[in-house]
């Protein structure tokens, strides 16, 4: 063998160790955003602008809302567990479309909305323990009534870009099971705008998230739910995945807070007040009793969310 062909042979097996090196690193590492959020005193939250009650800005630009108090809670944790004498919150809006992409790039650091735990979802962000168990359902004007699938045959359906609603609708259209022209919106707000205005004949969304709008615009008189539900819709808060220093933190403040029964108060801050009224259902209390971190389901054989 020349001494060039040896001299090429190990570069080979250098190049081949140092890459096999790299990809252990790889393998290994995990993601710290509790280290960041030493350095930087700061810590960023995703919140939503119009999914009241859980998420939303206010005048000042500030995040409020049920997920919202639940984060700030997790925030003061992550305060004393850093023995920070100070830490700075700031608030980012996301959507539908752009809050995983924007959890993954580092923009925020956890997502308090109103974001549905999916298996599709868990592939790319981690969930903390369930916080609210919602119903899919649809937002009509009165007299209109959606029971079954068939009753939607004919609808222009609203739906939220980037949500469950849109993911489920768009497989009942293709399936032919119903056949809707589906027009997707940016937000909440705008769907229910397209609604409100006779762009749409339905609404397709949470059901706590269309009774918190219902109730903002005071159209109570106008719109109600329809009576089916197509899926089980747990609600979580999304950190990066392999975030676990960052989760076990908010998962460990979450159950104080079901444990504690602070989270009765809580509810009833946001739920039934004098303007909306949500009963706590049996799905959300069973999760404050045995906190969990189960995926949604459709309701429907066949289909996903």
Request: charged share 25%; proline share 2%.
């Amino acid at each position: 063998m020349s001494s060039a062909i040896r001299r090429l042979s190990g570069v080979l097996v250098m190049s081949a160790a140092a890459l096999t090196s790299l990809s252990a690193s790889a393998a290994g590492s995990t993601i710290d955003t509790m280290a960041r959020i030493k350095e930087t005193r700061t810590i960023t939250l995703g919140v939503r602008e119009t999914s009241r009650p859980f998420s939303f800005v206010n005048e000042q630009k500030q995040g409020q809302g049920y997920t919202v108090e639940l984060c700030l809670a997790a925030v003061d944790e992550i305060k004393k567990e850093l023995k920070l004498p100070e830490l700075k919150v700031e608030y980012v809006v996301v959507s539908g479309a752009d809050r995983i992409p924007k959890l993954q790039k580092g923009d925020i650091d956890l997502e308090c909305g109103s974001t549905t735990n999916t298996k599709a979802r868990q592939e790319q962000v981690d969930f903390s323990y369930t916080v609210f168990v919602a119903g899919m359902r649809v937002l009509l004007p009165n007299g209109t009534r959606v029971e079954t699938t068939k009753d939607l045959d004919g609808m222009t359906i609203a739906l939220t870009k980037g949500t469950t609603s849109e993911k489920l609708f768009n497989q009942l259209n293709k399936s032919g099971e119903a056949k809707m022209q589906l027009v997707q919106y940016a937000s909440n707000g705008d769907a229910f705008k397209a609604l409100r205005e006779g762009k749409a004949r339905a609404f397709a969304q949470d059901d706590a998230l269309l009774l918190g709008l219902t109730s903002k615009e005071k159209a109570q008189d106008s719109l109600s739910l329809g009576g089916m539900a197509f899926s089980v819709e747990p609600y979580g808060i999304m950190m990066r995945k392999g975030d676990t220093r960052l989760g076990s933190i908010v998962d460990r403040v979450l159950s104080r807070i079901y444990a504690s029964g602070e989270i009765d108060q809580l509810y009833a801050k946001w739920f039934q007040t004098s303007s909306l009224s949500i009963p706590m259902n049996r799905l959300t209390r069973d999760g404050f009793k045995r906190p969990n971190k189960e995926a949604g389901v459709a309701m429907l054989l066949g289909y996903s969310i």
